[in-house]
């Protein structure tokens, strides 16, 4: 267990600059943190305690430097269908069960298992949560009460039926401004948090020309005493496959997120049992202050380390500044119209699908097109766990289906000697070869990623992939990150003998691809020469 607690090297890489960083990703969280309290059916309260209460745990316990915490879009998706069942205290229950579970995932060291979900879930199962979010918020942004309907699509439908029965166009106009300043603010300043000044406005314009609009309504001005009058121990049972449900979801959410911030920084990699450690000690601690069931923010994240964070800092300085906006803030917050916290989350979910990655996705072949589909069809149809279940189990197949096409049996012949000669002057001369063998797929994409970049330092590197029998999404898009690594430390990337049938899923590399090996390490001995490494 001491390997999950904190330590003094967490803390040796904090700067100044990961306090403004915390205050930025805070800017950001507030109105997040107070619209998923409310999709959630505990209220904007609750939605708040849990980013002070959870963010701050798990940026002390959590196995990423850089990782931000708190209530999310895909965990208010899991949450509604229990708070319709169960109840307020069902959800806190079942959040300190989840805690639990997660604690016990950690020690049993099962974070090492996130790398056997490829991209094609992921991203499916990204685009379905999207979908969900935008449908939850229907009827707060058509000013419309909730329906008691528990499958979104037919709330949604239900509640566009009462707006077309007595149409009130002010809360459509509030989310609708709200969501087209955040998305066209993106556009036009990617780096600048538009979500707290659209809220502000909004909520100013809304109160001066007092428009009837539902609102948060009033908020505690400090966080509540932890208690555990919620639980009730002859429910735990009841209670026990819901919780399963959310630590999968938290445990999923979270490893994926900081496997995200691992790619956006250059020496940061995180601990995946710990981090399962630091999630399952917020999520047994945030219930106690009224807090729901958190996990680890793929966009707040993001945020996080665009803004320059370095070290754990950070997060715990967003945590604190929403404590501050509790103890301080508190009455102003309680006059937010709920239609201005819907659009904040419409343009969220808008822009929690990568265009890119979806469209690179589906260009890179048919199966994993296929996979993507139906995860994010499942997600919407059925539920998260079970649709990641469906996409992993879709992606295992086309994944075996590879293999067995790629095996053959080839004739080569022996080769006298090694050829340890030509290693080592090429590594005189700054440059590596690697040669791929067999499939790069998701299973053996991540243990190919650590290898890679982990090399002796050089300054080229030729990648031979005449002998690569199949690639998928996964496989792709971890060379794609393992490539920009190697560039980031002033590596040139070269490759050489790509098959025909795999020219489609490399094509996003971007790197200079030669028929044959000698001739990608003429080009890099060319290369050295012009930068004067090489006479």
């Known amino acids: 267990m001491t390997t999950f607690l904190p330590a003094r090297t967490d803390w040796s890489g904090a700067t100044r600059r990961d306090l403004l960083a915390g205050v930025t990703v805070a800017i950001v969280a507030l109105p997040l943190a107070l619209g998923f309290g409310v999709a959630s059916g505990l209220g904007a309260a609750s939605g708040l305690v849990t980013a002070v209460v959870a963010g701050a745990l798990a940026a002390v316990f959590g196995g990423s430097s850089l990782q931000v915490s708190g209530p999310t879009g895909a965990m208010t998706v899991v949450l509604v269908p229990i708070v319709a069942r169960y109840g307020a205290d069902g959800v806190l229950t079942v959040g300190l069960l989840a805690g639990v579970l997660l604690v016990l ?30 449908l939850q918020q229907v009827p707060a942004a058509l000013g419309v009460p909730t329906p008691a309907e528990e499958h979104v699509v037919l709330a949604a439908a239900e509640a566009v039926a009462d707006f077309a029965a007595a149409p009130r166009w002010e809360a459509v106009a509030l989310a609708v401004g709200v969501a087209l300043v955040m998305l066209l603010g993106a556009r036009w300043r990617p780096g600048v948090p538009f979500s707290l000044p659209a809220v502000v406005v909004a909520t100013v314009l809304a109160q001066w020309a007092a428009l009837p609009v539902a609102r948060i309504g009033e908020l505690p001005a400090a966080l509540p005493a932890p208690s555990l009058a919620f639980l009730d ?29 691992d790619g956006m920084s250059v020496n940061q990699r995180h601990d995946p049992d710990r981090e ?57 917050v309680a006059g937010v119209p709920l239609a201005v916290l819907a659009g904040v989350l419409l343009a969220t979910a808008v822009r929690m699908v990568e265009v890119g990655s979806v469209r690179a996705l589906a260009r890179a072949g048919r199966s994993d097109a296929a996979v993507l589909a139906l995860t994010a069809v499942a997600t919407l149809a059925l539920d998260l766990v079970t649709a ?23 004739e080569v012949p022996l080769e006298p000697g090694d050829h340890r000669e030509e290693e080592r002057a090429l590594l005189a001369q700054h440059i590596v070869a690697y040669r791929l063998d067999g499939p790069l797929l998701f299973a053996a994409a991540h243990r190919f990623l650590l290898e890679l970049t982990e090399i002796t330092p050089v300054a080229v590197v030729v990648l031979r992939m005449s002998r690569l029998s199949a690639v998928d999404a996964t496989g792709a898009q971890v060379l794609r990150d393992a490539v920009r690594r190697l560039e980031h430390r002033g590596v040139t990337v070269l490759v050489s003998g790509v098959r025909e049938e795999h020219r489609r899923a490399l094509d996003n590399l971007g790197l200079p691809v030669f028929d044959s090996t000698p001739e990608a390490i003429e080009h890099a001995r060319e290369h050295l020469r012009e930068r004067g490494l090489l006479a």
Not at 106 to 111: E, F, K, L
Not at 119 to 126: D, H, K, L, S
Not at 233 to 261: I, T
Not at 400 to 406: E, I, N, P
């Open 233 to 261: 121990p002859s429910a735990l049972w009841s209670l026990l496959p819901s919780a399963v449900a959310v630590a999968a979801l938290a445990a999923l959410e979270s490893l994926l997120s900081a496997a995200v911030a």
């Open 105 to 134: 995932l950690a020690v049993a060291r099962a974070g090492r298992y996130m790398r056997y979900v490829p991209a094609p879930v992921v991203e499916g199962f990204t685009i379905g949560i999207a979908a969900v979010i935008a």
């Open 388 to 410: 990641v279940i469906v996409g992993l189990l879709l992606a295992g197949v086309f994944a075996l289906r590879a293999v067995s096409r790629s095996a053959r049996l080839e």
């Open 276 to 332: 399962l450690f630091g999630q399952g000690l917020a999520n047994l601690v945030a219930p106690l202050f009224g807090g729901v069931p958190a996990t680890a923010a793929i966009a707040r994240t993001a945020v996080n380390v665009r803004s320059g964070a370095t070290s754990r800092l950070a997060a715990l300085t967003h945590a604190v500044v929403l404590l501050l906006i509790v103890l301080v803030a508190a009455p102003w």
